[in-house]
């Protein structure tokens, strides 16, 4: 009975790693258009061509939960989704800290598969956040801790989400809380403007010749407002892929704005650097950092109930 439920509601439980797989949207996504499944995963277990959204939720045994949860959103140059290194090992990081983590395959941006396909990725962002939301007394989780994380394109996605909460795609989202509590954005695209961008990433979701309003709508710097997520930012100065401007112009916005923010620029290490390191190494800052926001306090009333089951 407990495999057909599984198999009737859709999720898919891998339960050698701790670790369960769901879809976002039961069928075709709205505003998706029907067409063959192209996706394909690479040595490295990234996805190019992602047509049907998932979320890999790492839950945390109830008594060990802190409350909080984290949406991650790998990055890829709006390409790829980097699934490995900037989502599922940072996601069972989390878990054994007590965060209930959920990585988030979304859907590239494609006119093939999409009617907008500059709105496609964000839509199964709030999606997300929604379903967490909706889940969050049966999975532990404190409805006032759930964060986003996003590195590179998925940085962009991560303050999409962070800075347009007040803007559902999908008009049945209209009323409920698509707003993370917190932020981590990772080398993060911030900005669509043609010299600062990521030309990839830019081409990718708004096309060759973007309008005015796209770009300036697609810059997050530009959205922030007092009521954008506090957040923590890291980069490098010497990122070739993705100019730290992009981290800087959000820091500054964010700080005009009177919003708690923390910014931590190293000399040297490129694009990807913390990929270099040990997950628990470089980690351990936004883990200090999660404790000093309130992120962390265990004990909390809300955790009282729940199973901790995805099923």
Not at 72 to 79: A, E, L, Q, T
Not at 240 to 269: K, W
């Amino acid at each position: 009975m407990r495999a057909l439920f599984i198999l009737l509601t859709g999720f898919v439980a891998l339960a050698a790693n701790a670790q369960t797989v769901m879809p976002l949207y039961n069928g075709l996504p709205p505003g998706g258009i029907a067409t063959a499944d192209e996706e394909v995963t690479n040595k490295d277990n990234s996805r190019a061509h992602t047509s049907v959204p998932t979320l890999t939720a790492y839950l945390p045994p109830k008594e060990k939960a802190t409350g909080t949860a984290v949406l991650i959103c790998p990055g890829g140059g709006y390409s790829w989704v980097v699934l490995q290194k900037e989502g599922l090992d940072i996601g069972a990081y989390f878990q054994q800290q007590g965060i209930a983590a959920f990585v988030l395959k979304y859907r590239l941006p494609d006119d093939k598969i999409m009617q907008d396909k500059s709105s496609g990725p964000l839509q199964d962002a709030q999606e997300a956040m929604k379903i967490i939301r909706t889940h969050a007394a049966e999975w532990n989780i404190d409805n006032h801790r759930v964060g986003i994380m996003g590195f590179s394109a998925g940085g962009h996605l991560a303050s999409t989400t962070g800075t347009h909460f007040n803007k559902p795609v999908l008009a049945a989202n209209a009323g409920i809380n698509l707003r993370p509590d917190f932020m981590i954005l990772v080398y993060p695209v911030i900005s669509m403007e043609k010299n600062l961008t990521h030309a990839g990433s830019r081409l990718r979701l708004l096309g060759s010749q973007p309008g005015e309003e796209a770009i300036k709508n697609y810059s997050n710097d530009r959205q922030v407002t007092p009521q954008t997520p506090p957040t923590i930012l890291f980069h490098t100065g010497d990122d070739t892929v993705v100019d730290v401007d992009n981290t800087l112009l959000f820091y500054q916005a964010l700080r005009h704005q009177h919003v708690p923010a923390e910014m931590h620029i190293y000399p040297e290490g490129n694009h990807g650097f913390v990929l270099k390191l040990p997950v628990e190494v470089w980690m351990q800052i936004t883990m200090k950092w999660l404790g000093r926001m309130g992120m962390l306090n265990p004990g909390n009333p809300l955790l009282q109930g729940g199973t901790g089951q995805l099923y």
